[in-house]
């Protein structure tokens, strides 16, 4: 993947892969009623914690890969090194595409000693966290400054990229490894620009801002989930970013 001088945008992912959709659903029925539902809308398909806990991880992971889908294991991985890299190691082995890992520096080495052809993303800063709770936590910075912080080192720990906030996503350009893979939740589409009462996200972005400054995925969930119409949410999504990229 490489970058023009003039553009901050990577080429070499393709367009209607950078929309990664969160299959955040407590259930395999739900689970298959939703990609059924979207189609070809949707190449690239995140799977967290709620879902894992269903029982079918593994066996949705294969149903999707079957169709050329591809698989983002975001478990956000915390545990002594050892742990860690076995973790890692077991998701390598389901051929799962990009792996989250939450943790400290000999977490992120672990990870990435053991991750085989799996890409290994280090969570920054939860994009469900703003400066007070930053400051409850702690840390003694903003955001911008924590997420270029724990950019650098997941870098030097051989991640191969992070997550995080598109409002982070120009300062990582500007001051981080182009190489970076960035993957971006928070994102609010324009159509959504109201977000429910709910919504517990704190930093977002819209697909537009996030892609033309530097993001190269966009993990989008509940305004496509909980759409009347989540294939036509999903492609909307989709003009959005290919009209950045056109």
């Not at 029982?55 to 079957?66: I, R, S, T």
């Given at each position: ?16 892969e950078?929309?990664?959709?969160a ?15 979207l189609?070809?809308s ?16 593994f066996?949705?992971a ?32 389901h ?29 920054t ?9 930053l400051?409850?936590?702690?840390f ?11 950019a ?11 997550v ?8 990582l ?9 960035t ?6 589409p ?11 996200q704190?930093?977002?972005?819209t697909?537009g ?5 530097g ?23 989709q ?8």
């Amino acid at each position: 993947m490489n970058q023009t001088s003039e553009s901050p945008i990577k080429t070499g992912i393709p367009a209607r892969e950078r929309l990664i959709f969160a299959l955040d659903v407590p259930d395999l029925e739900r689970a298959r009623a939703l990609v059924e539902a979207l189609g070809d809308s949707v190449d690239f398909y995140k799977l967290g914690l709620e879902f894992f806990l269903s029982g079918h991880y593994f066996e949705l992971a294969a149903e999707l890969q079957d169709q050329g889908k591809k698989i983002f294991a975001d478990l956000k991985l915390f545990d002594i090194p050892a742990t860690v890299a076995s973790a890692v190691r077991q998701l390598a082995r389901h051929r799962v595409n990009f792996c989250t890992v939450h943790g400290n520096d000999s977490m992120l080495r672990a990870a990435a000693e053991a991750k085989g052809d799996m890409q290994i993303l280090a969570v920054t800063a939860l994009t469900s966290l703003d400066q007070g709770d930053l400051d409850d936590l702690g840390f003694k910075c903003d955001a911008r400054t924590l997420v270029l912080s724990r950019a650098r080192r997941a870098l030097e720990a051989g991640c191969d990229g992070v997550v995080s906030s598109g409002l982070e996503v120009p300062a990582l350009r500007e001051s981080v490894d182009h190489a970076l893979i960035t993957v971006c939740p928070g994102i609010r589409p324009i159509f959504n620009d109201e977000a429910p009462a709910e919504d517990d996200q704190q930093r977002v972005a819209t697909p537009g801002r996030a892609i033309s400054t530097g993001a190269d995925y966009l993990v989008v969930g509940r305004p496509i989930r909980d759409a009347a119409d989540p294939r036509a949410a999903a492609e909307a999504i989709q003009q959005q970013i290919a009209a950045v990229l056109s």
